[in-house]
């Protein structure tokens, strides 16, 4: 797993959401969490990788992409569409929804194409203490 390069608020509110998704996997899914697998943390980039494009919070290291979570007794599950009702399904459901309580930032499949296959969560200040979480 690639380790993650983050600013101190963005990495404490990867540390707290890991522990919700480890409930989440113990309910959902009967076993604990054993991994997070990081996609893209620090990157100087513009967001979606335009380079026309303000730059992203990934090159403030405020973002982390999560792709997949492993567990010690079963597959991988990666990060994407799930069959509705499947074990799952609901627990990326659940990890999904529980990270909107620690990060401002929330896209994953169905927010857009270019967050198909993992969730982006980030630390990106808005007016009014707003959030996104889609």
């Keep these: 797993p690639q380790p993650a390069t983050l600013t101190c608020a ?5 540390a707290r959401w890991t522990t919700e998704v ?7 899914l009967k ?4 991994g997070i697998a ?5 990157e100087c980039r513009g967001q979606n990788h335009d380079v026309e494009a303000k ?6 290291a405020n973002g982390v992409d999560v792709m997949s ?7 991988a599950i990666a990060v994407g569409a799930m069959a509705d009702g499947s074990a799952e399904g609901r627990f990326l459901d659940a990890a999904r929804s529980r ?8 896209l994953g499949p169905g927010s857009n194409a270019a967050h198909a296959n993992h969730f982006h969560l980030d630390e990106r200040e808005r007016a009014a203490g707003r959030r996104l979480c889609q």
Excluded: D
């Design 10 to 14: 963005a990495a404490e509110a990867l």
């Design 69 to 75: 979570f492993t567990f010690a007794g079963r597959p």
């Design 38 to 42: 990081i996609g893209t943390s620090y």
């Design 31 to 34: 076993q604990p969490l054993a």
């Design 55 to 60: 730059l992203s919070e990934h090159a403030f």
């Design 22 to 28: 480890q409930v989440a996997a113990e309910r959902e």
């Design 99 to 106: 990270a909107c309580g620690f990060f401002r930032t929330v």
